[in-house]
């Protein structure tokens, strides 16, 4: 069996996770993290790669001593140097790095005065409430951890770990013989930003045997990277892959494809809702059709289901009981924005600053996805982990850019930053650069930790400078291990109105910020969003597909998106 992908990133990230506990050296931290996100993302099996005996190093990013890292890992399936740092440091203190307010130094002096070495260990001093005799360890922290052994772990997977599930499971069972429809359902066909467990709706051909080479059921509990069988049935089987991810697969017949569609994508609430309409118009509606007495008036089609009680179709990212089964009554089911109206990315970094890629090479990247334009955003210099460029080695680039641009035809490279937004709310580069720039994103990257009134009057006065553009990533949540900051969002989306500043939404599966119920509110405020990736590398620009999709969350058409305009357009946007 192929070591997956993921496996070799997770092993790059837990020895971050150590090297960040014993303090080492940041910048090797970062390019282990760096390693683990780009492995993860990588389109082909690197195993493989490894295997055919291919030089890792044309993967940007990786240099000599990380490719010879993924070969032994790939070929020995373990990494000396972290087996190395489990026995300096043990691998269960780890988990601790996910409770809010405790970081490596924390870890170390919990280490150092109680010996602990895991989640457990740590619970026994909380418990025994001697966790506040440390300097700088109080009773509040005491409940935050408390209510953090209590909490619910996440075992919700990101959009794109789900969709790389989905694709192969899907390709798999389309190949079984008299198989006609496989389609995903659920939260996943609906782009949730997390996916509890993916549901996949299965229609054969009625006619003929069933043998087992068609068996749907054999040949999905057979699947090779089934872990357990939960239960398996005639119509209906749920598995749990190695991953972690559960699937449910339902097998209907041809005639209830729609309604099982409809069913099981969901959300439940509005399927409620539907089955209300259905009810006071003396029809039922269920996963088998629709019926008015025993007779079956519809279930063929998702359009035929909707037919019955007079909706249109209605898209699947909507399904939510928002408000879109009154618009849908009204015919004003918005037009959502799609993924070929989007001319450009308005967030990119370069391997001048965190990325792996050159400038040539990004642009190269972007072109070839029929952009118009991409907007090279390196850090800046307060952000010194990623190399953040100070201004004078950002006038180099901005002359690199110009440079290049005489020589495209077609496409333009905007001159941009993602700049830091300081502390107290002023921006990391002077006015003198920043004026040399077609637009520029300001995005807080540290201090995270002020309050909700202090962060909100920092994002508020750096949006006073007249250079501010677009709000990069603005709640800095990275879904599933960081929550946002606290900030008063609303606030802030006014104030962005009012100043002729815009807010981004990051395209990245495990950022997706800004959420969807806020792009909505955004949309009512008038304040347009810029759909960005944020990409390091150039398969990260494609991950504008989970960026578009959580704005059709977000009801959002073209004319709420910055970049479904021409540059022409959009230059007029950033110019105050
Ligand atoms: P998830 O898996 O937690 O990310 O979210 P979903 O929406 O995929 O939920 P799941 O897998 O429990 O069920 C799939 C769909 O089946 C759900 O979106 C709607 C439908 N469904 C499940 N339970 C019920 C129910 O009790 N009533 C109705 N009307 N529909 C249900
Ligand atoms: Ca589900
Ligand atoms: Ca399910
Ligand atoms: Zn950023």
Same mark, same amino acid.
């Given at each position: 069996?192929?070591?997956?992908?993921?496996?070799?990133?997770?092993v790059f990230e837990k020895l971050a996770d150590l090297l960040d506990i014993e303090?080492?050296?940041?910048?090797?931290?970062?390019?282990?993290?760096?390693?683990?996100r780009l492995i993860s993302v990588h389109p082909g099996l690197i195993s493989e790669t490894v295997k055919r005996g291919e030089d890792l190093t044309y993967l940007p990013g990786i240099g000599k001593d990380l490719a010879a890292k993924v070969a032994e890992i790939v070929k020995t399936g373990r990494l000396s140097v972290l087996e190395e740092a489990k026995q300096r440091t043990p691998s269960g203190l780890t988990a601790l790095l996910e409770i809010p307010g405790i970081g490596p130094k924390r870890i170390q002096a919990l280490k150092n005065n109680f010996k602990i070495t895991d989640i457990d260990s740590l619970e026994r001093i909380v418990r025994a409430g001697r966790l506040r005799e440390l300097p700088g360890f109080g009773p509040k922290l005491e409940r935050v951890i408390l209510e953090e052994l209590r909490r619910e772990k996440p075992t919700r997977v990101s959009l794109f770990l789900a969709e790389e599930?989905?694709?192969d499971l899907v390709g798999y069972l389309k190949k079984i013989p008299g198989v006609l429809a496989v389609m995903p359902a659920g939260s996943y066909r609906r782009s949730q930003e997390t996916v509890g467990d993916l549901d996949i709706l299965v229609t054969r051909?009625?006619?003929?045997?069933?043998?087992?080479?068609?068996?749907?059921?054999?040949?999905?509990?057979?699947?090779?990277?089934?872990?357990?069988?939960?239960? &398996? *049935?005639?119509?209906?089987?749920? %598995?749990?892959?190695?991953?972690?991810?559960?699937v449910d697969?339902?097998?209907?017949?041809?005639?209830?494809?729609?309604a099982a569609l409809v069913y099981f994508t969901g959300s439940k609430a509005h399927n409620i809702a539907i089955r209300m309409i259905g009810v006071k118009n003396g029809l039922?509606?269920?996963?088998? *059709?629709?019926?008015? &007495?025993?007779?079956?008036?519809? *279930? &063929?089609?998702?359009?035929?289901?909707?037919?019955?009680? *007079?909706?249109p179709w209605i898209p699947p990212e909507l399904r939510e009981n928002r408000g879109e089964i009154e618009a849908a009554q009204k015919g004003a089911i918005p037009e959502l924005i799609t993924l070929e109206q989007i001319r450009g990315d308005l967030h990119a970094h370069t391997d001048a600053t965190d990325g792996h890629l050159t400038l040539q090479e990004m642009v190269e990247a972007a072109r070839s996805l029929g952009y118009e334009y991409l907007a090279i955003t390196d850090h800046t210099r307060h952000l010194t982990?990623?190399?953040?460029?100070?201004?004078?080695?950002l006038a180099e680039q901005i002359r690199r850019?110009?440079?290049?641009?005489?020589?495209?035809?077609?496409? &333009? %490279?905007?001159?941009?930053?993602?700049?830091?937004i300081l502390e107290d709310g002023s921006l990391d580069l002077p006015d003198s650069i920043l004026k040399e720039l077609d637009l520029r994103v300001c995005s807080v990257h540290f201090k995270f930790n002020l309050s909700r009134a202090k962060q909100t009057e920092r994002i508020i006065r750096a949006m006073d400078n007249r250079y501010f553009n677009i709000l990069g990533h603005p709640t800095g949540r990275l879904i599933g291990r960081r929550p946002a900051y606290d900030v008063d969002l609303e606030t802030i989306l006014e104030a962005a109105v009012e100043r002729k500043c815009f807010i981004e939404l990051n395209s990245q599966p495990d950022r997706l910020d800004l959420a969807d119920l806020y792009c909505q509110k955004a949309k009512s405020l008038g304040l347009k969003i810029a759909i960005s990736t944020d990409a390091h590398s150039d398969s990260e620009l494609s991950f504008i597909r989970f960026g578009v999709a959580q704005a059709r969350r977000a009801w959002l058409g073209a004319e709420d998106v910055l970049n479904s305009q021409p540059w022409a357009e959009l230059e007029k946007f950033f110019k105050k």
């Open positions: 069996m192929a070591v997956s992908n993921s496996s070799i990133a997770a303090g080492a050296n940041p910048f090797r931290i970062r390019a282990y993290r760096n390693a683990a599930v989905a694709r051909r009625s006619d003929g045997p069933v043998t087992p080479d068609s068996d749907v059921m054999e040949k999905f509990v057979s699947y090779d990277d089934v872990e357990k069988i939960v239960a &398996r *049935g005639e119509t209906r089987s749920t %598995v749990l892959l190695k991953n972690h991810l559960q697969l339902r097998l209907v017949d041809a005639e209830s494809y729609g039922k509606i269920n996963e088998y *059709g629709v019926f008015r &007495r025993n007779k079956r008036v519809g *279930g &063929r089609t998702e359009e035929e289901v909707y037919g019955t009680i *007079g909706l982990v990623a190399k953040g460029q100070d201004p004078k080695r850019i110009d440079k290049l641009n005489s020589r495209l035809k077609g496409f &333009r %490279v905007l001159k941009s930053a993602e700049i830091d």
